[in-house]
């Protein structure tokens, strides 16, 4: 098989990456270890910035997502009992994020692509890149139904996540790794319940975090903060429900909103970047070059936002020869991941309970809590992060 750009990974990353270089007319394949129904159906996150829905529906797969999608104007700061709207409205000129399933984004994009009879080869397996650094053309090579298969392309686009090939792939020596993983993970859960709040209510207590999120007017979803290495089956319903109702618990009339758990597990957390994001002819995006910790919800953004970068540079590439975009790629990235490593660390650094903290540090986080909660200065450095710093 032959085509100009060979992209591993049906994520966001991959997804969105096939979908912009098809509106520039440039053919790529899309390659995918698991099947559609996985991918499909994979619970992540579900908070998109404004630029990334603009983006969506711009290039027309944004229609389901205008339809679906809750539109919110503000989130809620609680600590002490007591509730800190920060308004998105006043302090960003009118930005808002949205929520909506990762999961459907990614249905969105796929149907489009097919529908189009664009390729997204499904169950690959044994996927591994060869000649990106060679001088020569690169390649792709899997199976796929038995068969040995390989795509032969001018460049490659790393979009398989943390856990990918890509990566690993380039030799030792190249990369500079910047790692901090935090003694604490997320525990997740889908509810029937109607959300208990409208807007995401992000809770400090002695307790530890919590996070009241949503996914429809029916579905609520909620996060625990708990140890590294928890054990999921150490948590029955009651338990998450009781650890909850004291966590998010408020002065007056509020309670929360409870039902039935339909979905359950526990994510690790860390936060992550490579650099450089890129190597001879392939180019690294989304989780395979960077994680942050879910506490800025930027995972997915970023992961459009490094795309969007990629598809303007082989647009460049493709329409005029020249390999500038192609060559500040990486730097370009990462000052937009590196601003947001940098919120995401500290939003997770104000609302989590370290074990190692002592008294001081927790009356240091009600300080900074009560400081941003109350500093207009301060509520617009975290507002115009969290729905998204303009893109460049
Ligand atoms: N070959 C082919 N595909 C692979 C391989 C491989 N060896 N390894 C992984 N993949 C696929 C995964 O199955 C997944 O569908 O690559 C895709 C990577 O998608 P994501 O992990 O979602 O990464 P990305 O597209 O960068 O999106 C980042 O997704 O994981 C969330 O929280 C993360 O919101 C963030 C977003
Ligand atoms: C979610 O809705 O899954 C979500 C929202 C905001 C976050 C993390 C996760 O910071």
């Given amino acids: 098989m032959r085509t100009q750009i060979g992209i591993v990974g049906a994520g966001p990353a991959g997804l969105v ?39 969506l529906i711009a290039t027309g797969v944004g229609e389901r997502l205008k339809r679906e999608c809750l539109t919110h104007h503000g989130i809620e700061l ?19 994020v949205t929520i909506y399933a990762q999961q459907e984004v990614i249905k969105d994009l796929v149907g489009a692509r097919l529908e189009a009879g664009l390729p997204i080869i499904f169950e690959a397996e ?59 993970g997320w525990l997740g859960i889908l509810a029937q319940a109607p ?25 609520s979803r909620l ?23 004291m966590r998010t618990a408020a002065d007056g009339n509020w309670k929360l909103n409870e039902g039935n ?30 994680i942050v910790p879910p506490t800025g919800a930027k995972g997915l953004n970023l992961a459009v936002a490094d795309v969007r970068i990629m598809s303007k540079a082989f647009a460049e590439f493709y329409a005029i020869g020249k390999t500038q975009l192609l060559e500040s790629y990486s730097a370009t990235c990462l000052r937009r991941v590196w601003k947001a490593q940098r919120f995401s660390w500290w939003m997770t650094s104000m609302l989590h309970r370290f074990d190692t903290d002592n008294v001081f540090d927790q009356r240091r986080q009600i300080a900074e809590l009560d400081y941003v909660t109350s500093s207009r200065a301060a509520m617009t450095t975290l507002a115009e992060n969290y729905v998204g710093l303009p893109w460049d």
């Fill in 17 to 55: 990456l096939a979908h912009l270089l098809h509106l520039q007319g440039i053919e790529s394949i899309v390659v995918e270890s698991r099947s559609r129904k996985y991918i499909e159906e994979r619970v992540r996150a579900g908070l998109l910035e404004q630029g990334t829905v603009d983006l």
């Fill in 195 to 219: 959300p208990s709040s409208d807007e995401l209510v992000y809770t400090y207590s002695e307790r530890g975090f919590a996070l009241l999120t949503m996914r429809t007017r029916q579905i």
């Fill in 78 to 96: 609680r600590f002490n009992r007591r509730g800190h709207r920060i308004d998105f409205n006043d302090l960003t000129g009118g930005k808002t």
């Fill in 261 to 290: 758990i339909f979905q359950k597990n526990i994510a690790s957390m860390r936060s992550y970047v490579v650099e450089p994001m890129q190597y001879g002819k392939m180019f690294l995006a989304g989780d395979a070059a960077h």
């Fill in 223 to 245: 996060y625990l903060q708990v140890p590294f290495d928890e054990d999921i089956n150490a948590w029955p319903d009651e338990r998450i429900w009781n650890e909850l109702r």
């Fill in 126 to 184: 044994d996927v591994s890149v060869h000649d990106f650094d060679s001088g020569k053309n690169p390649s792709i090579r899997f199976r796929a139904a038995g068969q040995s298969e390989e795509i032969h392309c001018d460049y490659i686009a790393g979009c398989d996540g943390f856990h990918g090939i890509c990566r690993p792939s380039i030799p030792a020596g190249v990369l500079t790794e910047f790692d901090r993983e935090y003694p604490f």
